[in-house]
């Protein structure tokens, strides 16, 4: 009996063993930042005015600036970073896939999301899709949207609304960029896209004079980091150092940097923050 029962044992013990070290390696995320030395961040860099090159060829944003406050605050340096550039279809895929440590990159709550990692502190709140058309449209529902095709995003949270309840023909590109010269070059009779991004392009010069906000947005999107499953000590500092940034000004400035409006969702986070870190 004890022959037959070895083997088994064994193996069992091994993979106890196994399960114990994944367990671990997942716990211990913010040791090996830091030993790394470095935050790696999935960031956007085509999507004005939260993460995109400026005219200098610089990396800029109003997250792009989060992402480096955050990794001043863990690491005592915001160059200690690496921003890999994401976009929304993959950043989730390169989170799970070990590439990249967190997520900033205008990441909307949802329940689906939620099953496959964990949000930091929610610190924007953004308004939901949009719909950028040209000035004659005449668009006065998102029912009007049946049957037309729409220009969008892969991996966008609205994408499935718009196929099965409006009966969109979707268009989808990887890239902001994409998705607007699809447009320009009448591939699609309108822009389906996040509100902050549509409402900045059709203030542009060469666009303002031909295209509007057709209609408005569905609703208001939380709008947080996303971090791996099971890192319980790597999402409560990433939460902490959020939580410094807003208290410091940094989310309530970046709106008026810019160009977003002052928004009563960040002026409280801002407030409620001060408070958190008066406490501690």
Known sequence: MKQRFAKPFAFLSLLAAGVAFCAQAQADQLDRVKERGKLIVGIRNDYVP??????????????????????KDLLGSETAIEMVPVVASNRIE??????????????????????????TEAYY??????LMAPKDATYT??????????????????????????????VLFTGTAEI??????????????DGPNVNMKVNEEGWKDKYKVALGAF?????????????????AAV??????????????????????????????????????????
């Open 50 to 71: 939260f993460g995109y090159l400026d005219s200098a060829g610089q990396l800029t944003g109003f997250e792009v600036d989060l992402a480096r406050s955050v990794a």
């Open 94 to 119: 390169l989170l799970n896939a070990g590439r990249i440590d967190v997520i900033f990159a205008t990441l909307g709550k949802t329940a689906e999301r939620e099953k496959v990692l964990d949000y």
């Open 125 to 130: 709140s953004m308004a939901g899709m949009v």
């Open 141 to 170: 529902s998102w029912d009007d949207i049946r049957g037309r095709k729409i220009c969008g995003s892969q991996g966008n949270l609205y994408n499935r609304m718009l196929i099965e309840k409006y009966g969109a023909q979707l």
């Open 180 to 193: 607007y010269k699809a447009f320009q070059d009448n591939r699609c009779d309108a822009v389906a896209y």
């Open 219 to 235: 609703e208001y999107v939380p709008i947080g980091g996303g971090v791996r499953k099971n890192e319980p000590a790597f999402l």
């Open 239 to 280: 939460n902490k150092a959020i939580i410094r940034a807003e208290a410091a000004g940094l989310m309530t400035g970046g709106e008026v940097k810019y160009n977003l409006g002052v928004s009563d969702y960040v002026t409280k986070r801002a407030e409620e923050a001060k408070v958190k870190v008066a406490a501690k």
